[in-house]
């Protein structure tokens, strides 16, 4: 028996219509190399695309694909099926299935099974990436988010119809990751982490300010993976335009001074502490209440102080959380820069990106090099929700040998 925590899982996989129905094939297949039961559902679409024969073939079970078919109905009718599956992954789901699943149709047995079913569902979108950014896609996608619906990708980069951006399925692997770490809720159960995302603003006058590219995606990312492992979140974002993940209880604020006040405020009883934020280490010693004029400065010097370290303050405090993880963001000597602040401002962990040249702010994709104090890994490039839940399961794991260790 596979140690997979998806191990003897039961999932339904609904395949749609889409040009990447192709990949489903190994996803079924990486998902049984995990130990899970699969039954495939395919929609009318999703059979121009691949055989069924196929999907059944790696399966090792019959295709459903009717709703009103009396042979499938006799073997497991739809609504055994409902209630046999653990999860229901869509993979690819369409931009049609997708729109159909928040209408709740119930007009192919792919919907009907949705709409019987008490399983959480994991969709898994695939389309063309002017599909994925139109409106009424993404209006789409936020019903299905509040109604707690897990999306898993889409990725970017070349798409079938010759065009590149986002909306291509995630790799059969990425799925088959992600789903670990949705099929086993409950890792943070009970536990209370803290995350800190964005940037700060650090105001010069009422106009200007110091400020910096982070875009709050790789934090925003991080309060969604801590979410998914059951954790209750709390967010503490600077200024950014990102919305909230659901289930997520967010704070906003603009400087590192009222980021520093908010982490504060929130941080006893945390297990864990993320500090995620690109928070400036500057701030004008004194802001101007007026407009600074042009016409009045030919050079005009700016006086700096450092603001605190947040996540230093944290780590040496009276509340310092179990398990208190840095991000180190370096143009260069990474692994060695990142490894002196886990020692300097006493860290259990620390995520270091290299940034610039487009790498790591603001970017979609990011890649890290995780230091703890007996061990590292690489997490390669892949889109940040996938690197986020990553880096949550080497945290979960680092967070329970420490907890192991000092309860032995
Ligand atoms: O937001 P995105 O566009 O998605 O980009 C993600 C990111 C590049 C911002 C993110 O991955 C990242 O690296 N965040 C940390 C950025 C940073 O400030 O790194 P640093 O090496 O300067 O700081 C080290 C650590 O000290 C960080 O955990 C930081 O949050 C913390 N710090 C820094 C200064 C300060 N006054 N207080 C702090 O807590």
């Avoid at 399966?59 to 009717?66: F, L």
């Avoid at 959380?321 to 990142?338: K, L, N, Q, S």
Wanted: net charge negative; charged share 20%; proline share 5%.
């Amino acid at each position: 028996m596979s140690d997979s925590p998806l191990a003897g899982k039961q999932i339904v996989v609904g395949v749609s219509g889409s040009i990447a129905a192709y990949k489903s094939a190994d996803l079924i297949r990486r998902l049984r190399d995990e130990g899970v039961e699969v039954r495939v559902v395919m929609t009318q679409g999703a059979t121009e695309f691949i055989t069924p024969l196929t999907l059944q073939s790696l399966s090792g079970h019959p295709v459903a694909i009717e709703l009103l078919d009396a042979d499938q109905e006799s073997a497991m009718g739809h609504i055994a099926l409902a209630r046999w599956a653990d999860w229901i992954l869509i993979a690819p789901a369409s931009a049609d299935t997708i729109a159909r699943l928040v209408q709740g149709r119930a007009d192919d047995l792919l919907m009907a099974l949705c709409l019987a079913s008490e399983a959480p569902i994991a969709v898994a979108p695939a389309m063309n990436n002017k599909m994925w950014s139109n409106p009424a896609t993404q209006d789409n996608l936020n019903q299905l988010r509040q109604r707690g619906v897990q999306l898993i990708g889409p990725g970017s980069g070349d798409q079938a119809c010759g065009e590149q951006g986002e909306g291509r399925l995630l790799e059969p692997l990425d799925i088959v990751a992600a789903m670990k770490q949705l099929a086993v809720p409950g890792l943070l159960q009970g536990r209370h982490v803290l995350i800190t995302a964005g940037p700060t603003y650090e105001p010069i006058d009422p106009v200007r300010f110091i400020g910096n590219r982070s875009s709050g995606k790789m934090g925003f990312a991080m309060a969604q993976a801590a979410q998914q492992a059951g954790a209750e979140v709390t967010l503490i974002a600077g200024p950014v335009a990102l919305s909230t993940p659901s289930g997520v209880r967010r704070v906003d604020v603009e400087t590192a001074e009222q980021m520093r006040e908010a982490v504060l405020r929130s941080v006893a009883g945390k297990a864990i502490f993320i500090s995620c934020a690109a928070v400036s280490d500057f701030r004008p010693l004194s802001s101007e209440s007026e407009k600074i004029k042009k016409a009045t400065h030919d050079t005009l010097m700016l006086e700096l102080a450092p603001t605190v370290d947040i996540v230093s303050e944290v780590a040496t405090g009276d509340n310092r959380p179990d398990f208190v993880v840095g991000f180190a963001a370096e143009t260069r000597h990474v692994a060695d820069y990142a490894r002196d602040k886990l020692k300097r401002k006493k860290l259990d962990m620390i995520a270091a990106n290299e940034v610039g040249e487009g790498k790591g702010f603001a970017a979609d994709d990011n890649a890290l090099q995780v230091i703890w104090a007996d061990g590292s890994q690489t997490l390669p490039l892949a889109p940040k929700p996938q690197l986020a839940r990553d880096l949550m399961t080497l945290i979960i794991r680092q967070f329970d040998a420490k907890n192991s260790t000092e309860n032995s």
